[in-house]
């Protein structure tokens, strides 16, 4: 069992910043791949980005490339997702997700939000003037 607790989000204006940290308990950290997601209003849960368990593969939604950036730490038991250049459009609750069964390497499993078991509560990301 792994709890996951997500912070750093708030209001940002658009072009600002923003880094979300999420901090995982129970298993051993190094054996889950992690994910980021996000929530709007009205619409379904979307991937956002996901690293493996060495933290050596990343993969990201098109829509945040070059713009957002996970890593992790496996050492304080914590994944990250700095976002820069946020626009209007990043405005969502945003979640972290762990599984250690998930096969980072099949994209279609990475991206995924059925493949991974744990998740946080979630934090809110505004984006606005």
């Known amino acids: 069992q792994a709890q996951l607790v997500e912070s750093g989000g708030g209001l940002v204006q658009p072009g600002g910043s923003l880094r979300l940290s999420c901090e995982v308990s129970?298993?051993?950290?190094?054996?889950?791949?992690m994910g980021w997601f996000r929530q709007a209003p009205g619409k379904e849960r979307g991937f956002v980005a996901g690293?493996?368990?060495?933290?050596?593969?990343?993969k990201y939604a098109d829509s945040v490339k070059g713009r957002f950036t996970i890593s992790r730490d496996n050492a304080k038991n914590t994944v990250y997702l700095q976002m820069n250049s946020l626009k209007p459009e990043d405005t969502a609750v945003y979640y972290c997700?762990?599984?250690?069964?998930?096969?980072?390497?099949?994209?279609?499993?990475?991206?995924?939000?059925?493949?991974?078991?744990?998740w946080g509560q979630g934090t809110q990301v505004t984006v606005s003037s």
């Open positions: 997700a762990a599984d250690y069964r998930l096969n980072f390497a099949q994209s279609t499993v990475a991206v995924n939000p059925n493949a991974y078991e744990y």
């Open positions: 129970g298993r051993t950290f190094s054996q889950y791949a």
């Open positions: 690293i493996s368990r060495s933290g050596g593969s990343t």
